[in-house]
């Protein structure tokens, strides 16, 4: 994790992204470092910008209005990547969150790389490989909130009485977890510890999680239904964690099993 006393710039493109979740988009920011400049893109006069109106001013985002000069085509990714450069060239920040699904910010996220900044993009699963790839980190929207659903059977929420869609028991949170983790590519658990040891036995959990980051810019425990990497290692047959405790707080530690 990044020194969290970073200032970050947070530009969120408002034709790409969901109002509903910016909460929990600022929460996930304040992972790497503070949003001092924060910024929400779009044409303000158009209804699909009104979800927004509610929350800019309660969550402190500054609204920049681009007209669509042309029909059927949005100015927005330019206005964005303009103002980008901008703050890039001001050294204002240390570096960018890019809220958005668009593949057209590839480019962006590629030269605050070359700049050496830090560089993380938040948007929805499918958001092209190319643009999750040019970024240091990059955060599935559905991984930040019920809000955003896609890879759940939503096909008869409606007609699930309440008491069916109550949270779930600790045997139905097991099963979620075992389907999602059926998923998971062990090769790259396997890689990243490998890359992690220096020939120590005991690696700090945090230090595979920025090689995992490094290998795969989007990987997420939550991806998995885990809610950190230490719950994630600890359902894995081949690794132990090592409770290890310093000045009273736990910072995990994984090994392989004998």
């Given at each position: 994790m990044?020194?969290?006393?970073?200032?970050?710039?947070?530009?969120?493109?408002?034709?790409?992204?969901?109002?509903k979740?910016?909460?929990?988009?600022?929460?996930?920011?304040?992972?790497?470092?503070?949003?001092?400049?924060?910024?929400?893109?779009?044409?303000?006069?158009?209804p699909?910008?009104?979800?927004?109106?509610?929350?800019?001013?309660?969550?402190?985002?500054?609204?920049?209005?681009?007209?669509?000069?042309?029909?059927?085509?949005?100015?927005?990714?330019?206005?964005?990547?303009?103002?980008?450069?901008?703050?890039?060239?001001?050294?204002?920040?240390?570096?960018?969150?890019?809220?958005?699904?668009?593949?057209?910010?590839?480019?962006?996220?590629?030269?605050?790389?070359?700049?050496?900044?830090?560089?993380?993009?938040?948007?929805?699963?499918?958001?092209?490989?190319?643009?999750?790839?040019?970024?240091?980190?990059?955060?599935?929207?559905?991984?930040l909130?019920?809000e955003?659903?896609?890879?759940?059977?939503?096909?008869?929420?409606?007609?699930k009485?309440?008491?069916?869609?109550?949270k779930?028991?600790?045997?139905?949170?097991?099963?979620?977890?075992?389907?999602?983790?059926?998923?998971?590519?062990?090769?790259?658990?396997d890689?990243?510890?490998?890359?992690?040891?220096?020939?120590?036995?005991?690696?700090?959990?945090?230090?595979?999680?920025?090689?995992?980051?490094?290998?795969?810019?989007?990987?997420?425990?939550?991806?998995?239904?885990?809610?950190?990497l230490?719950?994630?290692?600890?359902?894995?047959?081949?690794?132990?964690?090592?409770?290890?405790?310093?000045?009273?707080?736990?910072?995990?530690?994984?090994k392989?099993?004998?």
């Amino acid at each position: 994790m990044r020194d969290t006393k970073s200032n970050l710039a947070v530009l969120v493109d408002g034709d790409n992204a969901s109002a509903k979740l910016i909460k929990e988009i600022l929460e996930e920011v304040s992972k790497y470092g503070k949003a001092t400049i924060r910024r929400i893109y779009g044409d303000w006069t158009t209804p699909q910008m009104n979800s927004w109106k509610e929350v800019i001013n309660l969550h402190s985002f500054s609204p920049i209005q681009k007209f669509a000069y042309t029909t059927g085509k949005n100015s927005t990714d330019s206005s964005l990547i303009i103002d980008a450069m901008d703050i890039l060239h001001s050294n204002s920040v240390d570096g960018f969150c890019i809220v958005s699904s668009d593949s057209d910010y590839t480019g962006l996220a590629k030269r605050i790389r070359e700049e050496g900044m830090f560089v993380m993009g938040i948007g929805r699963r499918l958001t092209p490989q190319a643009f999750v790839q040019s970024c240091e980190i990059f955060t599935f929207a559905e991984n930040l909130g019920d809000e955003v659903e896609d890879e759940k059977d939503t096909s008869n929420r409606d007609s699930k009485s309440s008491e069916q869609t109550k949270k779930p028991n600790s045997n139905q949170e097991d099963s979620r977890k075992k389907k999602f983790s059926s998923k998971l590519d062990m090769h790259l658990i396997d890689r990243a510890f490998e890359i992690s040891s220096d020939e120590e036995e005991e690696i700090h959990i945090a230090k595979i999680g920025a090689s995992l980051r490094k290998i795969d810019p989007s990987f997420d425990p939550r991806s998995y239904g885990f809610r950190n990497l230490t719950e994630l290692f600890k359902s894995l047959d081949k690794y132990i964690v090592v409770r290890n405790e310093v000045n009273g707080l736990n910072y995990p530690l994984v090994k392989l099993k004998n």
